[in-house]
C-alpha cells in the first residue's frame, strides 16, 4: 500500500521562474493539503484539497496555486519565484477533509526546492 | 489566531533519562492535538493524537502525550530515551472548525547521547 509520494525530491530554480510539484496521495485517501517547511522552521499550512477544489488556504499569496484531479492527486505551483520560496514542500493526504480519530494524516517526504 | 508553542527548542539528554517536551496552544474552541516527529532526512511521522476522551494518550515508541484543557497543554513524554529518539518533535493542532488544517509548533529538536 504506497504513501504520500511526491515528486521532484529536489529541484533548483531561479527567481522569477514557475514551479510544479506534484503529489500522489495514500491509498484510499481523497484529500490532499500542501505545506510549506523552511529550513529550521515548522511545517505552514498553504491550501487543502478535496473534491478537485481549494477548500482552505493559509496565508500564502495567489502566486502559490493548486489543482487536484479526479484521481485525487495534486499539484502545486509557483509563479514568479522569489528566493525566499526556497524551502521543503509537504504533501499530506487524509480521507474526507475533516479529521477524526479513524483519519490519520499522512505526510510525504517533501520536495526540496532551491531558488537562486 | 490560532498558535502553538514549544517552549523547548532544543533539548539535549543521555540515554534513559525521562523526556518532557512542552506544547500549548492558543484557541478557545475544541482542538484535536497531535504530535509528529521528524527523523533526519525523513517525512514527518504521527507520534500519538488526542480528539476526545481519555486525557492521557499513549502513541507509538513509548510516548505519550497528556491533554490538560484547562493548561490549554499537550505534553509529551517518555521515561526512557533511546539514542535514536534523537529527532524533532512537532506538536500541532487542529480545531475542529477548519477543515484538515493542521497549525505546527516551532518544533523540538531532541539530541540523545549514548
Known amino acids: 500500500d504506497a504513501g504520500v509520494t511526491q515528486s521532484p525530491t529536489h529541484l533548483i530554480k531561479t527567481r522569477g521562474q514557475q514551479v510544479t510539484l506534484r503529489c500522489s496521495p495514500k491509498s484510499g485517501h481523497d484529500t490532499v493539503s500542501w505545506y510549506q517547511q523552511a529550513l529550521g522552521q515548522e511545517p505552514q499550512f498553504i491550501f487543502q484539497y478535496y473534491e478537485e477544489e481549494e477548500r482552505q488556504r493559509g496565508n500564502f499569496p495567489d502566486r502559490f496555486s493548486g489543482h487536484q484531479f479526479p484521481n485525487y492527486s495534486s499539484e502545486l505551483n509557483v509563479n514568479a519565484l522569489l528566493l525566499g520560496d526556497s524551502a521543503l514542500y509537504l504533501c499530506?493526504?487524509?480521507?474526507?477533509?475533516?479529521?477524526?480519530?479513524?483519519?490519520?494524516?499522512?505526510f510525504g517526504e517533501g520536495s526540496w526546492l532551491t531558488v537562486v | 489566531a490560532q498558535s502553538v508553542s514549544q517552549h523547548n527548542h532544543h533539548v539535549i539528554l543521555s540515554e534513559a533519562a525521562s523526556l518532557e517536551l512542552g506544547c500549548n496552544y492558543s484557541y478557545g474552541g475544541t482542538v484535536n492535538l497531535f504530535w509528529y516527529v521528524q527523523y533526519p532526512g525523513q517525512h514527518l511521522q504521527l507520534l500519538l493524537k488526542?480528539?476526545?476522551?481519555?486525557?492521557l494518550v499513549k502513541g507509538i515508541k513509548g510516548f505519550e502525550a497528556e491533554f490538560i484543557k484547562s493548561k490549554f497543554s499537550f505534553n509529551l513524554r517518555k521515561p526512557s530515551v533511546q539514542w535514536s529518539d534523537t529527532a524533532e518533535y512537532f506538536c500541532?493542532?487542529?480545531?475542529?472548525?477548519?477543515?484538515?488544517?493542521?497549525?505546527f509548533g516551532q518544533g523540538t529538536e531532541l539530541s540523545v547521547k549514548p
Open positions: 500541532a493542532v487542529n480545531a475542529n472548525n477548519q477543515g484538515g488544517k493542521l497549525i
Open positions: 499530506a493526504s487524509s480521507l474526507r477533509m475533516d479529521l477524526r480519530p479513524e483519519n490519520t494524516i499522512y
Open positions: 488526542y480528539f476526545s476522551g481519555d486525557p
